[in-house]
């Protein structure tokens, strides 16, 4: 089962840049997306209900922003939305496919000042804790999607200069490091190691995209009994090229 999740920067202009063009050929089973920033009935007809997959919304109540969505080649089952709480943004859901669950995730960014900030910050508080008791599930369990946040100073190119900007901050960073010391398997970072990146989103600024300058912010995220089951990991730099301004990140399990 290949597994792959996209902030697609708002879903109708991606498709208007070849959305469907880069889920064919990277072959997804399952798809966990995030920022779709519409309405199913805003989308082109084709996309409403498209072919081959069943699809699960959680738009945000706000149009034209954040929301979340799982595409699945097989049946699937809703099993909840936020994270244990409302969620007018559309920035949790979870479904059952066959014998995995899957996790949509988008965590605020608060890059436009303090008060999404404090946003980010009571959602890292309310997502961790929700998170345990998936993390403890004997279903393989996979939290994919864009944290908005930098783990490491080999997760972005310009770390120095990035030490106080959001995503990058020391509070952050430590939220990450104790998500992932409770038992969370980072399988890209367990996959390249000590090297710095590879980078899942670039700035429009400059020419970033080009020189690959960018931040690992995006995650696939396995409880034990999905890492037990992982074959492959990689992220598709050139979804991130073309389509939107993160990068596909993929996994291979073997179900």
């Known amino acids: ?76 089952k809703e099993e909840e939305r936020g994270a244990g709480e409302d969620d007018p943004e559309g920035r949790v859901v979870v479904a059952r496919v066959g014998p995995v669950r899957v996790v949509s995730v988008y965590l605020p960014s608060g890059s436009s000042g303090e008060e999404r900030q404090a946003e980010k910050d009571r959602w890292l508080g309310l997502f961790g804790q929700w998170s345990e008791k998936l993390l403890k599930s004997r279903v393989p369990t996979i939290l994919g999607g864009d944290f908005n946040i930098a783990h490491e100073a080999r997760d972005l190119f310009y770390a120095k200069s990035n030490e106080k900007s959001s995503g990058f901050l020391p509070h952050e960073r430590a939220w990450m490091g104790e998500l992932l010391d409770m038992g969370w398997s980072d399988v890209i970072r367990e996959k390249y190691g000590a090297v710095d990146g590879p980078y899942s989103w670039w700035s429009n600024r400059g020419q970033a995209r080009v020189l690959d300058r960018g931040w690992r912010i995006d995650y696939l995220l396995m409880n034990k009994a999905a890492r037990k089951r992982m074959a492959d990991c990689f992220i598709d730099r050139q979804s991130g090229l073309e389509v939107s301004d993160h990068a596909m990140v993929v996994a291979d399990l073997d179900i």
């Open 1 to 76: 089962m290949r597994i792959a999740t996209w902030n697609v920067n708002g879903l109708r202009a991606a498709i208007r840049k070849g959305y469907g063009e880069h889920i064919d050929r990277v072959g997804a089973d399952v798809l966990l997306l995030q920022e779709v920033r519409a309405l199913p009935e805003q989308l082109p007809m084709q996309w409403q209900n498209p072919p081959g997959w069943n699809v699960l919304w959680h738009p945000a109540q706000k149009k034209g922003y954040a929301g979340t969505a799982v595409w699945a080649r097989d049946e699937m």
